[in-house]
């Protein structure tokens, strides 16, 4: 039977027999499983982002900004030791945040007490330099927020967009070439550039999200 990585289903104990590998992916989506809060899609869009993240940026510190479950924060954590700490911030977390924080702080003692999870606009939560910002679908303008925040700090930085509002979006003028959404996120691209950042850009897998750009920013030296 087909497995959808998009699906909005709850990971449960039905999914156990998918992930019996020795991989770190595997381990933690077992632990995910048996908490049984997480939608299925969050794992593995998460899973992308941490993982193409890691590979890029460097800091001591991530801040996962309209977070959801705040699952990049753990990973990212997980997946770097250089790692210290994590803020994994929203205007209003999922009530299961918590249990999915606890499940895995169980499963990994490192983590436990390191991972802040804060009820908050973005604006409002304090970013370092020496800070990681990630954020997996912030919707609309909310991205363009996570930005900011990034580079008012002049932060590493990586966002997977979705939802760009052609009403509240800054296409650059592009939107004759491009359609709008692409017209947009080729402008957050440029705006990083024009602050000094390196620029990468990737696509995570389309079966997970057909919202699948991401954009990562490494601030001047």
């Known amino acids: 039977m087909h497995y959808d990585p998009s699906s909005r289903a ?13 991989t770190l992916f595997h381990r933690v989506a077992r632990v995910l499983c048996a908490a049984e809060c997480l939608p299925r ?9 941490a993982r193409r993240a890691r590979r890029r940026l460097r800091g001591t510190r991530v801040v996962d900004l309209a977070c959801g479950h705040g699952l990049i ?6 997946l770097d030791p250089a790692i210290e700490l994590a803020v994994a911030a929203d205007r209003r977390l999922p009530p299961s945040a918590g249990k999915v ?29 020496s800070d990681i910002v990630v954020s997996c ?7 363009d927020r996570v930005l900011d925040s990034a580079l008012g700090a ?20 592009l939107d004759g070439w491009l359609d709008n959404a692409l017209a947009i996120d ?8 024009a602050h000094g950042y390196r620029v990468h850009t990737q696509h995570i897998p389309l ?11 490494e601030p001047p030296p």
């Open 154 to 173: 002049m932060a590493p930085v990586a966002v997977l967009p979705c939802c760009q509002a052609s009403a509240s979006g800054d296409a650059g003028g």
């Open 10 to 22: 709850r990971l449960n104990l039905h999914d156990l027999p998918r992930f019996t590998e020795a």
């Open 101 to 129: 924080a606890a499940a895995l702080a169980e499963r990994w003692p490192r983590l436990q007490g390191r991972v802040s999870l804060v009820e908050s606009p973005i604006a409002e939560v304090q970013v370092r330099a």
């Open 73 to 78: 924060a753990h990973l990212m954590m997980l």
């Open 186 to 193: 080729v402008t957050r691209a440029a705006r990083l550039r």
């Open 41 to 49: 899609r969050e794992l593995f869009e998460s899973w992308e982002v």
């Open 207 to 217: 079966a997970m999200t057909a919202k699948n750009r991401l954009l990562l920013g």
């Open 137 to 143: 679908h912030a919707c609309g303008p909310l991205t």
